[in-house]
T-cell receptor, first 114, second 111 residues
Framework: NAGVTQTPKFQVLKTGQSMTLQCAQD?????MYWYRQDPGMGLRLIYYSASEGTTDKGEVPNGYNVSRLNKREFSLRLESAAPSQTSVYFCASSTWDRGLIEQYFGPGTRLTVT | GESVGLHLPTLSVQEGDNSIINCAYSNSASDYFIWYKQESGKGPQFIID?????DKRQGQRVTVLLNKTVKHLSLQIAATQPGDSAVYFC??????????FGPGTRLSVLP
């Protein structure tokens, strides 16, 4: 049981390049999330998917797109990277368990845009 | 105090002492709270949670206290160990809406 996995772990892009961050979970969770974390700040929600086939914008969606490929996988795409998107990106998944919401995070992708 | 810009508040404690980390949450309607631990280079790790119908919840070496009157949450770590050094942050949730995360506090354990 690997939990939440993310690839790649590190990436350097030039301004204007595109890339896709991959995320997968093996816990059969319905909900998946993409967050970014900037120095000294809390996690900010980019996009989320409450269930397979649905996606919704979070707090900071501009410059990103997502795809919920199936129940396991949720990818984040940067179409034209900008230096402001330099950050650490975390994928998470969650479920309801006896009324609680357990949210599990992946190890993160550290992205630098030059 | 709360963090501003790039600088997280830091709590330094001696190994073996108790640590208390505080968090002010924003939404009086929030009904579920989680404390996370984040070690350098890793994703956040669940520590303990609490529902709004409780004032206190205990885990192994950790206790969370909730004061809804002043919208305040605290995490107490007993007998702090070097392995407890990390950034700790709270998250609030309102009836299944998305989580809102605090900026975090860095805990530094001194030998």
């Amino acid at each position: 049981n690997a939990g939440v996995t993310q690839t790649p772990k590190f990436q350097v892009l030039k301004t204007g390049q595109s890339m896709t961050l991959q995320c997968a979970q093996d816990m059969n969770h319905n909900s998946m999330y993409w967050y970014r974390q900037d120095p000294g700040m809390g996690l900010r929600l980019i996009y989320y998917s409450a269930s397979e086939g649905t996606t919704d914008k979070g707090e900071v969606p501009n410059g990103y797109n997502v795809s919920r490929l199936n129940k396991r996988e949720f990818s984040l795409r940067l179409e034209s990277a900008a230096p402001s998107q330099t950050s650490v990106y975390f994928c998470a998944s969650s479920t309801w368990d006896r009324g609680l919401i357990e949210q599990y995070f992946g190890p993160g992708t550290r992205l630098t845009v030059t | 105090g709360e963090s501003v810009g790039l600088h997280l508040p830091t709590l330094s404690v001696q190994e073996g002492d108790n640590s208390i980390i505080n968090c002010a949450y924003s939404n009086s309607a929030s009904d579920y709270f989680i404390w996370y631990k984040q070690e350098s280079g890793k994703g956040p790790q669940f520590i303990i949670d609490i529902r709004s119908n409780m004032d206190k919840r205990q885990g192994q070496r950790v206790t969370v206290l909730l004061n809804k009157t002043v919208k305040h949450l605290s995490l107490q770590i007993a007998a702090t160990q070097p392995g407890d050094s990390a950034v700790y942050f709270c998250a609030e949730n309102n009836y299944g809406q998305n989580f809102v995360f605090g900026p975090g506090t860095r805990l530094s354990v001194l030998p």
